[in-house]
């Protein structure tokens, strides 16, 4: 027997993996079960080299859980090891340089573990005394037992063992129980130990018998160990993507593309990324893209490590430059990360424009659901957005796509306005803007759906890169306005006419839901009498602020309108006849006594016109007061006579309900009403 001192001086180590390890404890199984891969591949290659030519035999590895003796124990027929190589490789090597590290990042020991070759000791997190039983596949070798319970020391012994291999036998300390269970260790093994390329078992198949589960004779097989994204792309099925895809997400619905990663040059890089189908926000964050290194499960916490649109995908990507073990912040500062994510993005654009150039018609099929990754990579991505930019596709209200440049070619001609701003008219609801579309595609425009989650952004995005384009939803203005090509034509009202109508129609409209303002314009004879717009800047302020808390100011406005009367209009024109015949006799002396007021107040300034402020008398100072108190009074009661007449005029109340009535404003009670009266007037 011998007995010694690990490597260098390390009584700082296990501590260290004890307590900083502790959250992430999870990972000792999968240090020790892939290195019992490894010492399992390394065998193979030297039968494949010819440097072993007995027969290799059954080269599974086992993992045991024995609740009595309370080891959970992974056996390997690998390589195994000498004596010489245990002192060497677990007693010196391990350690080797980890001791400056450590005294550097003593906060960031998961930096330390796996990138110092430090992966056996992390069985020292979970275990109070850990064997190793190993016979090395060398001729004659003596089989030997290293024991360990959690210091510097150590014993290392002879033994007898028949077979060639390795086993690591962990004796849980008394906390760590739970690794001990089938459920427990099922879950640890599904999770690191899914695609690894040596068969792992765990106990043996159940089936269902008698009302309960019993075990079969059969070996339970817990690993794939051909993968769909280590085989060639050009051995592979649509209907094998398909069914890795449930392999990695069992609940999830069929995806959309599959994109197969094959790289070996200037670095190495495989995997398949899946553009999955979203039904729901929550589904986003649910399935993740995970990340290996040699078909060893590492994380599947990407964001900061791929490009964020990345993020949404899902899938695996795999490289053995992907260092195992090592803290986030590091794998984001790393540089063969960042070539890798940038290769990512060019491959993924690649394979969406081969998709979009050689079954185009497959690719608008996939549009809708796709879309919301490719804005999502344009708004967050700058070089994802110069490269994607030619397979964005735009979608009209008649269910046509169209790329940018396509589009352009469309609209130009008609839809460029005085300014030479190409218009784009959109939609965010097709059922509650119908007429609005409507409008505008019988004034021969077209009209784009955005109803996506983050068309908004979008938007807004587009016009900043290009600053020729407007986008207008088709009820910010009057159809006729929307894409003004000359200067309006002016209202004939006179100004004094416009504010006598205005209270006629402003006192009808709703005052619960957002602020209405009436404006006057002359839009022909042939057009509505009526229109409700909403101004494009405040409402899209206000659906971002919805998005972006930052924004709250704009967000706690209310909703802004304006009600256009059309002053061409036949309607319109008998609503002002009768207002003056019906009110005339009202407003007249008000009006007569209004003009008298303004009158003695011009005499009165026109006296004071060349005194400095403090040389005007102290009376005239108080006239002039009392007669803009009096003037105001009686605007006031000119308002609430016109007031009261709107809310009587049976025309103004149902042109406005017909124009909220077509904005989708029209709701409740004010509906109720609508009806009513309607079959009023049918009567
Ligand atoms: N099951 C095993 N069979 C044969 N050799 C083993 C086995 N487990 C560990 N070893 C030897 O012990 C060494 C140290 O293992 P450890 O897990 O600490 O580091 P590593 O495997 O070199 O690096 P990492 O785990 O970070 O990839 C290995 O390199 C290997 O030589």
Redesign the pocket.
């Known amino acids: 027997m011998t007995t010694g001192k690990i490597g260098v001086s390390t009584k700082d180590l296990f501590p260290i993996i004890k307590k900083f390890l502790y959250s992430d404890h999870d990972i000792f199984l999968r240090?020790?079960v892939?290195?019992?891969v490894?010492?399992t591949q390394k065998l193979k290659v030297l039968a494949s080299t010819g440097e072993i030519k007995e027969e290799l035999g059954d080269l599974k590895i086992r993992v045991k859980a024995d609740k009595e003796a309370g080891t959970l124990t992974?056996s390997?027929h690998?390589?195994?090891?000498t004596r010489e190589?245990v002192e060497k490789?677990?007693n010196q090597?391990?350690f080797s340089g980890a001791e400056e590290f450590l005294e550097k990042h003593k906060d960031d020991a998961a930096t330390i573990?796996?990138?110092?070759?430090?992966?056996?000791?992390s069985a020292f997190m979970v275990s109070d005394k850990v064997e190793?039983v190993?016979k090395s596949y060398k001729e004659g070798a003596q089989a030997v037992k290293w024991t360990c319970s959690g210091d510097p020391e150590y014993t290392l012994d002879d033994i007898e063992k028949a077979e060639r291999?390795?086993d690591?036998i962990m004796h849980l300390n008394a906390d760590e129980k739970e690794f001990l269970e089938d459920n427990k260790v099922n879950e640890l093994l599904n999770k690191y130990c899914k695609f690894l390329p040596v068969e792992i078992i765990f106990g043996k198949k159940k089936e269902w018998k008698d009302g309960k589960y019993v075990d079969t004779e059969e070996d339970n097989v817990i690993n794939d160990i051909n993968p769909a994204w280590t085989r060639k792309p050009s051995d592979l099925k649509e209907e094998d993507y398909l069914k890795f895809y449930h392999q990695l997400y069992p609940m999830a619905e069929d995806p959309l593309f599959h994109i197969h990663l094959n790289v070996d040059y200037p670095f190495n890089l495989t995997g398949i990324l899946y553009f999955p189908k979203i039904n729901n926000k929550f589904e986003i964050q649910k399935n993740k893209i995970q990340l290996y290194s040699n078909q060893v499960y590492v994380t599947d916490s990407v964001e900061g490590i791929v490009p964020e649109y990345l993020t949404l995908l899902h899938g695996v990507i795999d490289s053995p430059d992907i260092p195992?073990?090592v803290s986030r912040s590091y794998l984001q500062s790393d540089r063969n990360v960042k070539k890798i994510s940038n290769h990512i993005t060019k491959k993924v654009v690649d394979s969406l424009s081969d998709i979009f150039k050689n079954t185009r018609e497959e690719y608008e099929k996939k549009w809708d659901d796709l879309k919301i990754f490719i804005q999502y990579g344009i708004l967050t991505d700058e070089k994802f957005a110069e490269r994607a930019k030619d397979i964005y596709l735009l979608k009209n209200t008649d269910g046509k796509y169209f790329t940018f440049e396509e589009y352009d070619n469309l609209i130009q001609a008609n839809q460029t306005d005085k300014d030479k701003n190409i218009v784009c008219l959109y939609a965010t609801d097709a059922t509650e803007q119908y007429s609005y579309i409507e409008k505008a595609k019988a004034k021969g425009y077209d009209v784009l759906l955005m109803d996506g989650q983050l068309d908004t952004h979008f938007i807004n995005h587009l016009e900043q890169k290009n600053s020729d384009h407007k986008y207008l939803r088709v009820d910010a203005d009057v159809v006729e306005k929307l894409i003004p090509k000359e200067e309006a034509r002016q209202s004939d009202l006179s100004e004094e006419e416009q504010n006598n109508l205005r209270p006629v129609f402003s006192s009808p409209l709703p005052k619960d839901n957002g602020m209405f303002l009436v404006s006057f314009e002359a839009l022909g004879e042939d057009s509505d009498p009526v229109v409700v717009t909403r101004s494009e800047f405040m409402r899209r302020m206000k659906e971002m602020a919805a998005l972006n808390p930052g924004m709250g100011f704009y967000g706690a406005m209310g909703d802004q309108y304006t009600l256009v009367v059309n002053t061409d209009h036949k309607l319109v024109k008998d609503v002002l006849a009768d207002e003056k015949k019906t009110m005339n006799a009202k407003l007249e002396p008000l009006d007569f006594e209004i003009k008298e007021m303004e009158g003695k107040k011009t005499e009165l300034n026109e006296l004071n016109k060349d005194k400095k402020e403090e040389e005007i008398p102290q009376v005239d100072k108080d006239r002039l007061k009392e007669y803009d108190e009096k003037i105001n009074t009686m605007r006031q009661q000119k308002e609430t006579l016109l007031a009261e007449y709107g809310k009587e005029n049976k025309i103004v109340g149902q042109l406005i309900d017909l124009a909220l009535l077509a904005n989708g404003l029209l709701k409740g009670e004010a509906l109720n009403k609508f009806v009513k009266r309607s079959v009023e007037l049918i009567k």
Request: avoid cysteine; charged fraction near 10%; aromatic fraction near 12%.
């Open positions: 240090e020790i892939s290195n019992a490894d010492a992974v390997d690998g390589i195994g090891m190589e490789y677990i090597i391990a573990i796996g990138h110092f070759g430090l992966g056996f000791y190793i190993t291999g390795t690591i195992l073990n």
